[in-house]
């Protein structure tokens, strides 16, 4: 994840701590000094929707032996032990879990902030109200569109509509919400609209995530963004970003799954001859260390299977149904989980001989596997030029 509106303007927002602090390119088992992962929970795979890039595959059915509430409190109580900073319910729909009020409120009191990934079509007022008086951190509404663009992703009529007022509710009662926007190459035209759509109603924040090539969203790998269309993606953003602070407006702009992104950031501003502003870019992403999944990043999946990311599920490293959360994230027996910690002589291709891999780390995994067969080949998603990461007119 990065922080665009932390790289260009060095504003500090609550998840800054975690990407941007002296060591944390230097972590190996968490987020900070001290620190476990940041941990996205798919507490149920269950969900009222059928979006076209879901990476659970969810549909609107009940799934067999996910956590009970009581294995669900143990798994957070271990999540606690190991200062785990930050648990995201995710789902599937997490709203539909009848328990997710009791649990999100177990994880606030045992000292775990609990976030919320929704599709946001359930949060009536008074949903809107207890979410807040629980005291979640933040609750992350995905909108890949608007009206009918949405509602054709995430397969269901009226599914815009509802997450509008989802959304409306949230900000009527001051939580603190944000929009989830994957970039692909059917809504790559409603960017604009989006930055339109987030000052009009006053929402906080916004994450626009590369497609990744999992789940349902393998069958759209090649209806993902070209190069060009990456570059004036972020184009966009940058150029957004920075009317809405000359403007005033506080907004948190990030984008999430392709660390390549801050390098064309740095190398943007310094053509443009911000070399200030370049400087401070090339520190923060220096800090951050580029993708930490199976470091500060993990995933625990509806029946308890711990994977480095909520893409990257083909990949098991043990349950917590079995052991410790803490145990499980350090075991470094399983040959990916070590490669993850310490990926950079194991990658390949355009990702090994890049002189940002120190910025990126390799960018995502998943994506690579997917296209290669080889989970340690170039993330495909990379849409920097061979003369920009410096390995032009070098042997492959």
């Known amino acids: 994840m990065i922080s665009v509106t932390k790289l260009l303007f060095a504003r500090d927002y609550f998840g800054d701590e975690l990407r941007y602090t ?32 879901c990476y659970m595959q969810s549909d609107a059915r009940k799934y067999k032996d996910e956590l009970t509430t009581e294995e669900a409190k143990r798994f957070i109580d271990d ?30 009191a045992a000292g775990v902030r609990p976030t919320l990934s929704t599709n946001g079509t ?8 207890r979410i807040k008086d629980i005291g979640v951190g933040y609750v992350g509404i995905s909108l890949d569109g608007l009206k009918d663009v949405n ?13 509008m007022a989802g959304i409306e509710n949230c900000v009527a009662v001051g939580q603190r919400v944000g929009l989830r926007f994957t970039i692909n190459h059917h809504n790559i035209q409603e960017m604009d609209k989006i930055f339109d759509f987030i000052e009009e109603k006053g929402i906080n924040r916004v994450c626009f995530y590369h497609l990744v090539y999992s789940g349902r969203g393998q069958q759209m790998m090649d209806q993902d963004v070209t190069p060009e269309e990456s570059r004036r993606a972020m184009d966009i953003i940058i150029r957004r970003t920075r009317d809405f602070e000359e403007r005033g407006l506080e907004k948190e702009i990030l984008t999430v799954d392709n660390h390549c992104d801050g390098v064309y950031m740095y190398l943007k501003a310094l053509a443009a001859g911000e070399e200030k502003t370049a400087a401070q870019i090339k520190k923060y992403i220096s800090m951050n260390g580029g993708n930490r999944s199976g470091i500060a990043f993990g995933e625990v999946d509806p029946l308890g299977y711990v994977h480095p990311d909520q893409f990257t599920q083909h990949h098991t490293f043990g349950n917590v149904r079995e052991r410790k959360f803490g145990e499980i994230w350090q075991d470094i027996s399983h040959p ?12 390949k291709g355009r990702c090994a001989r890049c002189k940002f891999l120190d910025s990126c780390n390799g960018n995502f995994r998943t994506r690579a596997e997917a296209r290669t067969g080889d989970f340690w080949e170039s993330d495909p998603s990379c849409y920097l030029t061979d003369e920009e990461i410096g390995i032009a007119g070098k042997e492959a």
């Open 336 to 347: 990916i989980m070590a490669g993850l910690k310490d990926r950079k002589p194991r990658l």
């Open 122 to 129: 359930l949060i009536t007022r008074e949903v809107a109200w």
């Open 79 to 108: 999540l606690a032990d190991f200062r785990v900073p930050v648990l995201l319910f995710s789902g599937g729909e997490p709203l539909i879990r009848p328990d997710f009020f009791e649990l999100a409120e177990y994880a606030q």
């Open 22 to 53: 002296a060591r944390a390119a230097s972590m190996r088992n968490g987020a900070a000094e001290g620190m476990g992962p940041v941990v996205v929970w798919n507490s149920t795979r269950t969900c009222n929707l059928r979006c076209m890039h």
């Open 151 to 163: 509602d054709k992703f995430r397969g269901v009529a009226g599914a815009y509509e509802k997450a």
